[in-house]
T-cell receptor
Framework: GENVEQHPSTLSVQEGDSAVIKCTYS??????FPWYKQELGKGPQLIID?????GEKKDQRIAVTLNKTAKHFSLHITETQPEDSAVYFC???????????????FGTGTRLTIIP | GAGVSQSPSNKVTEKGKDVELRCDPI?????LYWYRQSLGQGLEFLIY????????KSGLPSDRFSAERTGGSVSTLTIQRTQQEDSAVYLC??????????FGPGTRLTVT
């Protein structure tokens, strides 16, 4: 099955600087890569996603890049703010299963702390 | 509109007792997923529903775990004879067939 590795596990960044979180995946058939932000006591919230037919996607201060050849994808947050502090998870889907579902395989998370 | 809701938010139970966790998905979402998040870990897939059917139960860790969904809406995850290793946050997500899964706030289960 799919295996997703995420680095780093913790990341501290000065407010205003950029943060980068990286993930690698094992299944070359994976074609959907979402990123989730989880704040304390809350469920994960989808913040951005990318599909395998594009290499980069941006949404304001957040961007995701995908390198299918190397099987890795990254989350970039620019001009970080205190409210960006949270745990971030990457995920990938293997080939659509025989059941038609998109069973996400998650990385183990990155705790991002923005230092004021 | 309303998001995914889960109840209870917290549940403390004694080892050996049965528990039921409830998920109310976003109205109109046909797909529903249960995940488990252990302390400091990522999310582990448990089960997937399409409508009222569960074609993928591959993530259920043992036969003590079961789930059902009725009316294509509410789902209940049941854990029988709870063990301490069942302590975790149980998360529910729903989606249309667009792959974007929307998560509820989770139920924190503590087995003492």
């Amino acid at each position: 099955g799919e295996n997703v590795e995420q680095h780093p596990s913790t990341l501290s960044v000065q407010e205003g600087d950029s943060a980068v979180i990286k993930c690698t995946y094992s299944d070359s058939a994976s074609n959907y890569f979402p990123w989730y932000k989880q704040e304390l006591g809350k469920g994960p919230q989808l913040i951005i996603d990318i599909r395998s037919n594009v290499g980069e996607k941006k949404d304001q201060r957040i961007a995701v890049t995908l390198n299918k050849t190397a099987k890795h994808f990254s989350l970039h947050i620019t001009e970080t703010q205190p409210e960006d502090s949270a745990v971030y998870f990457c995920a990938a889907t293997p080939t659509i299963s025989n059941f038609g579902n998109e069973k996400l395989t998650f990385g183990t998370g990155t705790r991002l702390t923005i230092i004021p | 509109g309303a998001g995914v809701s889960q109840s209870p938010s917290n549940k403390v139970t004694e080892k050996g007792k049965d528990v039921e966790l409830r998920c109310d998905p976003i109205s109109g979402h046909t797909a529903l997923y249960w995940y488990r998040q252990s302390l400091g870990q990522g999310l582990e897939f448990l089960i997937y529903f399409q409508g009222n059917s569960a074609p993928d139960k591959s993530g259920l860790p043992s036969d003590r775990f079961s789930a059902e969904r009725t009316g294509g809406s509410v789902s209940t995850l049941t854990i029988q004879r709870t063990q301490q290793e069942d302590s975790a946050v149980y998360l529910c997500a729903s989606s249309l067939r667009s792959r974007e899964q929307y998560f509820g706030p989770g139920t924190r289960l503590t087995v003492t």
